[in-house]
């Protein structure tokens, strides 16, 4: 068996469970509670208990209660800042978190092949496939997907809710296009014990994995379980050098102009300007300084199976045709 890709049986009868759900994000919270404890029940797993989060506690403080009460797999079913929340209360445990995406970005769904479809998250969960993965660790919060400095961030505050909510994630194209002529900055990258580097970059990313909204792989040699962060400093100055790069990563290519790629398990990106700064897609209070370390297999995550495979999209389909069954059996009982 892989290191860092494990499969866990869970006891006679199911394991326990947990859903940490943001309200706002559900259209109708009632139908999703039944069909969600329907589904379970029709898998042979007892009645979840169920979490939701506030303004004030966005779902770290649910999750915690959660592990507390000695359940084995806890839903996140929200947004990217619902995941995140959550991660933060299972890092260290030995509890799965399984994603029920409500929200428009979702990175690590789109990163690890989690379908943003309720019946394949469910189903997900129910086959008990599970994979250990590395996280990032910035100050007192972590990330399982990316964090970013600069561009990246001016992106996520340039996109409205509204804009989201109507056309998903182009919705981060809109935003983008309105930073591209933004000046660089100045930043010193000091990566584990190597002597800093100087740049006049666009963004600094700090990944986990390498996929973006939208299917797009920005880092081909990033993987969540490997014991390494991935830093992509970006340093395009015109419109033609944007296209050039944009156009790199559309046809995938190995080399993407005005791209550098460092791999490391600690770095610390210090900039001459305050800048905007974002983790999993949340952005977080705007910094000169970004740390982030790596913290090794320190998160279960429910994932399709095979578990083992590279590629965590290869059975994601099929799982969301056999939970559409689940749903289906559940719903005639």
């Known amino acids: 068996m892989d290191a860092g890709q494990e499969s866990r049986p869970a006891g006679a009868g199911g394991p326990r469970s947990a859903v940490v759900v943001n309200p706002v994000k559900v259209a109708d919270l009632d139908e999703l509670r039944s069909t969600?404890?329907?589904?379970?029940?029709a898998a042979g797993w007892p009645e979840p208990l169920w979490y939701e989060t506030t303004v004030e506690d966005p779902g770290r403080g649910q999750t915690e209660q959660a592990v507390k009460a000695g359940v084995e797999v806890v839903f996140a079913c929200g947004g990217d800042g619902t995941v995140m929340s959550c991660v933060r209360g299972l890092v260290g445990t030995d509890v799965a978190l399984a994603v029920l995406p409500q929200g428009t970005g979702n990175?690590?769904?789109a990163n690890l092949g989690l379908s943003t479809d309720?019946?394949?998250g469910i189903e997900v969960a129910v086959e008990r496939g599970r994979r250990l993965l590395d996280v990032g660790a910035v100050e007192d919060h972590y990330f399982t997907v990316m964090a970013g400095m600069g561009f990246d961030a001016q992106m996520l505050a340039a996109t409205s809710e509204t804009t989201k909510a109507r056309i998903g994630w182009p919705?981060?194209?809109?935003?983008?296009?309105?930073?591209?002529?933004d000046r660089p900055m100045r930043v010193s990258i000091s990566l584990d014990d190597q002597p800093p580097l100087r740049r006049r970059a666009r963004?600094?990313?700090v990944a986990n994995v390498g996929r973006l909204q939208g299917g797009l792989t920005l880092l081909t040699e990033a993987e969540p379980d490997d014991g390494y962060l991935d830093v992509a400093v970006l340093t395009p100055r015109t419109l033609r050098h944007w296209l050039a790069l944009g156009w790199a990563v559309l046809r995938r290519?190995?080399?993407?102009?005005?791209?550098?790629v460092f791999r490391c398990r600690r770095v610390e990106i210090t900039s001459n300007r305050a800048q905007p700064r974002e983790l999993d897609g949340d952005l977080i209070a705007p910094g000169?300084?970004?740390k982030a370390e790596i913290r090794r297999r320190a998160l279960w995550l429910c994932v399709p199976q095979p578990e083992r495979a590279r590629d965590l999209t290869v059975d994601v389909d099929a799982a969301a045709e056999r939970g559409e069954q689940l749903i289906e059996e559940a719903r005639r009982e």
């Open 118 to 120: 309720l019946a394949a």
């Open 107 to 109: 990175l690590l769904a």
């Open 288 to 290: 000169r300084t970004l």
């Open 253 to 260: 290519q190995d080399r993407v102009p005005r791209m550098e």
């Open 171 to 181: 919705a981060y194209v809109v935003g983008a296009a309105r930073h591209l002529r």
């Open 203 to 205: 963004s600094v990313l």
């Open 36 to 41: 969600v404890n329907d589904a379970l029940a």
